[in-house]
């Protein structure tokens, strides 16, 4: 099953500029991680925010977390080219599996 | 350096042949999972282990079978594969279960003629 859901799908936008994109799940969560995904590679964690947190930086991310909705977003400001990616958010669900939404293809132009 | 190695990185094959992936962590993790990644479908898991010889199903584990004899190796195997598991497959493994942060292979594209 999915517990995330990310939007929007797709995003192309200019260097330099900041991305944004969102994160819903379906059930509680004890933490929310996302994670980016350069074509066709491995994907490699970006930042885990745990369910007590609203807010958490590390470089140029900036990751929200609303318990009250359900969502969670990513920001990543002064983009670069080599940000183009896939971004995935995931919870846990159940008591030892990781689900993943469907990811969110960002394309940094430069 | 930690890393999760995956082999091969491209297989292709035929319809019935078994085959193994193989997967392998240096860095003494308890928890070890298999994803599947198709287009328009994201990723989703096949099997996980949380330790030696502990084993349980995913998402999707039909047509799929996984062993733990040591704590450094989880391979995924198909015992006759058929052409609806071509897809992006990728290993992970973390220390503290699926809740914590996860080391990912470089994937094993397979394709099942």
């Known amino acids: 099953s999915q517990q995330g859901e990310e939007d929007p799908q797709a995003l192309s936008i200019q260097e330099g500029e900041n991305a944004t994109m969102n994160c819903s799940y379906k059930t509680s969560i004890n933490n929310l991680q996302w994670y980016r995904q350069n074509s066709g590679r491995g994907l490699v964690h970006l930042i885990l925010?745990?369910?007590?947190?609203r807010e958490k930086h590390s470089g140029r991310l900036r990751v929200t977390l609303d318990t009250s909705k359900k969502s969670s977003s990513l920001l990543i400001t002064a983009s670069r080219a080599a940000d183009t990616a896939s971004y995935f958010c995931?919870?846990?669900?159940?008591?030892?599996?990781?689900?993943f939404g469907k990811g969110n293809q960002v394309v940094v132009i430069p | 350096e930690a890393q999760v190695t995956q082999n091969p990185r491209y297989l292709i094959t035929v319809t019935g042949k078994k085959l193994t992936v193989t997967c392998s962590q240096n860095?003494?993790?308890?928890?070890m999972s298999w994803y599947r990644q198709d287009p328009g479908l994201g990723l989703r898991q096949i099997y996980y282990s949380m330790n030696v010889e502990v084993t349980d199903k995913g998402d999707v584990p039909e047509g799929y079978k996984v062993s733990r004899k040591e704590k450094r190796n989880f391979p995924l195997i198909l015992e006759s594969p058929s052409p609806n598991q071509t897809s992006l497959y990728f290993c992970?493994?973390?220390?503290?279960?699926?809740?914590?942060?996860?080391?990912f292979g470089s994937g094993t594209q397979l394709s099942v003629l």
């Open positions: 995931a919870t846990r669900v159940g008591n030892n599996r990781l689900a």
């Open positions: 992970a493994s973390s220390t503290g279960g699926a809740s914590e942060k996860l080391f």
């Open positions: 925010i745990r369910s007590n947190e």
């Open positions: 860095m003494n993790h308890e928890y």
